[in-house]
């Protein structure tokens, strides 16, 4: 459980596209809006569920998993992301 964040990171270049295939326990996944007026998404992420944010979502939103204690289920979630050496390559 991650708290809001976006995956900004040189390495991965600009507007990297993520992918994330979660299973197990149905979770709900939240994004919001960086700046401007006030806009939040939320959604949930069912077994087998695949999950795509490509273009500006890592400029722009925020997203998290929020913890949810209600859950007792085990979750497993595969991420994939595009990583650049550090020399831009």
């Not at 600009?14 to 326990?25: E, T």
């Not at 569920?49 to 273009?55: C, K």
């Not at 925020?62 to 085990?74: R, Y």
């Amino acid at each position: 459980m991650c708290g809001w964040h976006s995956d900004a990171h040189p390495q991965l270049g600009r507007n990297p596209p993520v992918a994330s295939v979660s299973l197990g326990a149905v979770r709900v996944f939240e994004l919001r809006k960086k700046t401007g007026a006030p806009n939040f998404i939320r959604f949930p992420l069912f077994p087998g569920s695949l999950l795509l944010m490509e273009g500006a979502v890592q400029e722009d939103w925020l997203h998290c998993l929020p913890k949810d204690p209600a859950c007792k289920e085990e979750r497993v979630n595969l991420t994939f992301r595009i990583m650049y050496s550090g020399d831009g390559v």
